[in-house]
């Protein structure tokens, strides 16, 4: 069963820099597409961003300019966030998904304040 695992989180300055990293480990088959969404407390999970196996990325437009999805290999995928801003504080969550597994990760705190 894979299992997925998000680190980098924590306290920045509004209009800061951070790198969140996550890593798949243990699946059987090719993880198709992974990616990153955050929740903010009283608030609905959101899209983040996503890269599939081959390297194509996809943002909503909120999302676009401000945060970058790459992948590491084909098991990792990383998120840089740049200018950030106190609503972008959030939990992060990964998600990795194959042909017949959707996996998430536990989730990684990002607090944006002075």
């Known amino acids: 069963q894979m299992q997925v695992f998000e680190s980098g989180g924590g306290l920045v300055q509004p209009g800061g820099s951070l790198s969140l990293s996550c890593r798949a480990i243990?699946?059987?088959?090719?993880?198709?597409?992974m990616g990153w969404y955050r929740q903010a407390p009283g608030n609905e999970r959101e899209l983040v961003a996503t890269?599939?196996?081959?390297?194509?990325t996809k943002y909503p437009d909120s999302m676009k300019g401000r945060f970058i999805i790459s992948r590491g290999n084909q098991n990792e995928a990383n998120l840089q966030m740049n200018s950030l801003r106190p609503e972008d504080t959030a939990v992060y969550y990964c998600?990795?998904?194959?042909?017949?597994?959707?996996?998430w990760g536990q989730g990684t705190q990002v607090t944006v304040s002075s």
């Open positions: 998600n990795a998904k194959t042909l017949l597994e959707e996996r």
């Open positions: 890269i599939s196996y081959d390297g194509e």
């Open positions: 243990g699946g059987a088959f090719r993880i198709d597409l």
